[in-house]
């Protein structure tokens, strides 16, 4: 599906923009789909385990941050993962065994939908190695106005920076942090069907949706089946049992065969510990734990 020149361009920068990732039918299936979650939301009061809930959130304005685990909530986009284009590039760059780490169907209300504060998807959940990425498929255009994904070519090679405050584990980075290259961010606009993919430890971050038209992104992190978690992450495996681990492995198989063998690296690690006082999401963790926040002027403005 990719050419060399995607592949290298991919291990260069961390990062990549696939055009047309998705065919016309299955675009308008998965909008469909998404749209008609949002419905369903206008009965939602307070955030559960499917929607996050944005500010100003009603029955009458349905806003929403995100959609949690899309792939658990409907079979079609667990299918459109294992039987598609995604899937070729998903074994492009992480081989032929591979993973769902999780997904979510981030949705930017127009008018000032929620930021999400630039960091690195590793330091959440840092595993054995990082064949770890990241797919946003774009259900909507995506544009300068309606928070696009921004990221920092070549910053999956170096460090991960520290996403502390006051002690505790934020989920983002420090504007301010001398190593954070703010000048140097590409923005990742599209059209509707058009996907990026990140690379674990790649710096990225959305600015608010200040447009008056939705950025809806479905993302799946996805990792090679020999990339295993490690303790103290944010994951909800460390409190299952060997039968019940080995059951939620074999779901979240995305293509060829479970690895018992992991592939040990030398990756920069760094235990997110301790949490932020709310750790159910990015949201909560940066809003709960003091993250300082790098789009201030554009939320004030």
Known sequence: MLS???????????YLLVENAVSADELATLRGIAYDFIEK???????????????????ANPRLTRIKLPHRQHPYFWELLKSSQLTEILNDLLGPDTMLQTSKLNTKAPGGGAAVEWHQDWAFYPHTNDSMLAFGLMLEDVDEANGPLMVIPGSHKGPILSHMADGVFCGAVDPDDP?????????LTGKAGDMS??????????APNRSDHSRLILFYECHAADAWPLMGAASYIHSLSQQLLWQDLNE????????MTPRLERVPVTIP???APDASSIFKSQASGGAKSAFADETAS
């Open 179 to 187: 190593a954070f290259q703010l000048d140097k961010a590409v923005t």
């Open 197 to 206: 993919v990140h690379h674990a430890r790649t710096l990225h971050g959305s």
């Open 4 to 14: 060399q020149e995607q592949k290298q361009f991919y291990d260069d920068n961390g």
């Open 252 to 259: 979240r198989l995305v293509t060829g065969r479970l690895s």
């Open 41 to 59: 939301s206008r009965s939602v009061t307070e955030s559960n385990d499917v929607y996050d809930l944005d500010e100003g959130h009603s029955a």
């Open 273 to 275: 510990l301790p949490p």
